[in-house]
């Protein structure tokens, strides 16, 4: 296929040079030059590049976007250490404002770091779109975990193809420099950012509701595909727009499938469940108990279980839930960590019992209701059996989209806007109409409850060479 027109970005203007002879890979939707037409091209935008640069950009074709002013650029020498001297002391990709990634994305501002990589605001200068884009850190475990992180977005992106069930999307991943890249749809402020502009005074029942309906809809497409998100907390929770209070769930770079269980310290504190502090076996329930925990967090303001450490964190659980069952610590690897077992009484005593302030916590010593500082019965029960020790008591995603709770929701805030809903006869929502009859069907089903113990890890042959960006 010839004559196709060969168009460079530079610093948001675009330049033709012309129809000239080239080769369509319709496979990778690459178009491609020989080399001596990449040099004549290249030597257009030579004043951006840096002498690395120079030679690296032959590898890449179209272009879209070189960056600005070469002596910003990180001068990078080639067989250096430190990737060239593009990564820091922690294999971190050292970035400039306004430099590209790929040749394509042109970086705006940092959007935040993470134990995985850093998450940036970039223009797509492919699509003109602007998209949040994960730099993964350089190095094999952290890659390992990123090609499964990859595994579980692709699912999602083919589980919810009309975006209706809350999980962030997906656009596409790639290598550059030996990091992978991981691009993501562009959405609004994260509910902590929201807590923390409103005072930590919390959110309306209603408001706290649409987002719980929220919620399960992606928790439920990850428990019919057996995955732990494993990181579900209202910093990864995320507002869809600035005008929307609809929720999308994102950062699944702690994620995992049930049976392909890598990690075994997961979950931040505040929203980590007590199977994975004792050393049972985890999977799906892990993320119901972080949703509990969030919804009283959103109504409060604040944590429910503030803990600076993991045997706090075990002292505010008892306090509200007694001694886990003994069915449970019998189980566990780390029982002894946490609880004395007298064998006269045949019982199991904590260990501790002061705060971080030197408070006496009792086991059952405070109520749920106390905790979640509201009166609603059916947000209490809710709330109890997100929250239940005992993982295979929990509530499922889609029991709790069955809960009174959530059928009593009539129109949660991101339906608001010229939207009703019509609920199908066991309390489910059936679909949700809009003013010009467009109609989105929603289906809830369940698998059994489970724990999976394998820790089978990913291959890295499951994801092709062409796919990751090696070849």
């Known amino acids: ?44 935008i030579h004043q951006f590049l840096s002498p690395y640069e120079r030679e690296e950009i032959l590898q890449y074709s179209p272009i879209y976007y070189a960056g600005e002013n ?10 250096t250490e430190k990737n060239c001297g593009y990564d820091d002391s922690n294999a971190r ?29 970039a223009l797509d200068h492919a ?67 929201q807590l923390k502009l ?24 990850l428990y019919n595909n057996r995955i732990v998100h494993a990181d579900l907390k209202p910093e990864n929770m995320l507002m869809k727009s600035r005008n929307s209070e609809e929720v999308k769930i994102i950062d699944f770079g702690s994620s995992c499938f049930a049976h392909e269980k890598v990690h075994t310290y997961i979950q931040s504190r505040y929203y980590r469940s007590p199977e994975i502090m004792l050393g049972l076996g985890y999977g799906t329930p892990i993320d119901m108990w972080s949703l509990g925990c969030i919804m009283v967090e959103l109504t409060t303001g604040t944590p429910i279980f503030p803990a600076k450490d993991e045997h706090e964190l075990m002292v505010l659980q ?90 009593t929701l009539v129109y949660p805030p991101c339906y608001r806007n010229g939207l009703k809903r019509s609920w199908s006869e066991n309390g489910l929502v059936a679909k949700i109409i809009s003013k010009n009859s467009l109609t989105n069907s929603s289906k809830y ?3 059994e409850k489970s724990l999976n113990d394998s820790g089978i890890s990913i291959s890295p042959k499951e994801i092709s060479p062409h796919a990751m960006g090696f070849c």
């Open 318 to 407: 008892t306090e509200i839930f007694g001694v886990p069952p003994e069915s449970l610590l019998r189980r566990a690897h780390r029982t002894d960590e946490f609880f004395s077992y007298d064998r006269n009484q045949n019982t199991y005593t904590p260990r501790h019992y002061l705060d971080r302030k030197g408070k006496r916590r009792l086991p059952n010593g405070k109520t749920l209701e106390e905790a979640c500082q509201v009166k609603d019965p059916l947000f209490i029960d809710f709330v109890r059996r997100c929250l239940a020790v005992d993982p295979a008591k929990r509530m499922t995603p889609s029991e709790a989209l069955q809960h009174d709770y959530i059928t």
């Open 70 to 79: 070469c002596m910003s650029k990180i001068q990078a020498i080639p067989g």
């Open 445 to 447: 089903s369940g698998s």
């Open 198 to 221: 409103g005072k930590f005074a919390g959110f309306s029942q209603d408001h706290v509701k649409g987002i719980a309906f929220d919620t399960l809809k992606c928790l439920d497409v």
């Open 127 to 193: 699509t003109g779109e602007i998209v949040a884009l994960k730099i993964i850190r350089n190095e094999r475990r952290f890659h390992r975990q990123a090609k499964i992180e990859v595994k579980v977005l692709e699912t999602l992106r083919e589980q919810d193809v009309d975006g209706t069930n809350a999980c962030v999307h997906m656009r596409d991943y790639f290598v550059f420099r030996d990091h992978l890249c991981i691009t993501f749809e562009m959405h609004g402020n994260d509910l902590y950012t």
């Open 1 to 44: 296929m010839g004559n196709h027109p060969l168009e460079i970005t530079m610093m948001g203007m675009k330049c033709s040079k012309g129809d000239r002879t080239m080769s369509f890979d319709t496979q990778n939707n690459v178009i491609s030059i020989d080399k001596a037409e990449k040099m004549s091209v290249h030597s257009t």
């Open 93 to 121: 990709y050292i970035t400039r404002s306004k430099d590209h990634i790929m040749y394509r994305y042109e970086l705006i501002t940092d959007l935040g770091k993470g134990a995985f990589g850093d998450v940036y605001k």
